[in-house]
């Protein structure tokens, strides 16, 4: 428990000194073997804290007087479009249809001035060895997001 909030505090410093200007941006760790240290340990860190943040993102919406009536997990979240983007994204559904869901893919199209999102809860994290499937039946309701 002590490991994990220690891992759960490292993690946050350094989203922090990421997101702090041009202060973060003298970090660097280098092109594509940096992408996919940043992906792997954001996507590794979703998975172990995912019910701490899955807890989080449920107090501040109860906060707002915002609930839902049925489950909620924290999934990792890969974005492509306007750049790669890797986080953390909440479903909701019914407890049976959200334990099928591994992560969430965002695709991201834009023609002219108009912007098209697609969030697909699919059925495998890496889409390695098995085709994802999409889940149907089950919601996003909160995406955290860094580019990478």
């Known amino acids: 428990m002590v490991r994990k909030k220690l891992l ?3 993690l946050l410093g350094a989203l922090l000194v990421g997101s702090a200007g041009k202060a973060g941006a003298s970090i660097n760790l280098g092109g594509t073997l940096g992408t996919v240290i940043k992906v792997f340990g954001i996507g590794y860190a ?3 804290f995912g019910p701490q943040i899955n807890s989080f993102i449920n107090t501040v919406l109860m906060q707002r007087g915002l609930s839902f009536q049925g489950a909620t997990k924290v999934v990792p979240i890969l974005s492509l ?5 890797i986080g953390a994204a909440q479903v909701m559904g ?7 869901v591994k992560a969430v893919g965002q695709g991201e199209l834009r023609v002219s001035n108009i912007r098209l999102n697609g969030l697909f809860p699919v059925s495998t ?4 060895g098995e085709t994802p499937r999409v889940i149907s039946g089950v919601g996003i309701s909160a995406i955290i997001d860094f580019h990478v």
């Open 94 to 100: 019914a407890p049976s249809r959200v334990t099928e």
């Open 125 to 128: 994290t890496l889409p390695i």
């Open 81 to 85: 479009g306007q750049g790669v983007h």
């Open 8 to 10: 759960l505090s490292a």
């Open 46 to 48: 979703v998975r172990v």
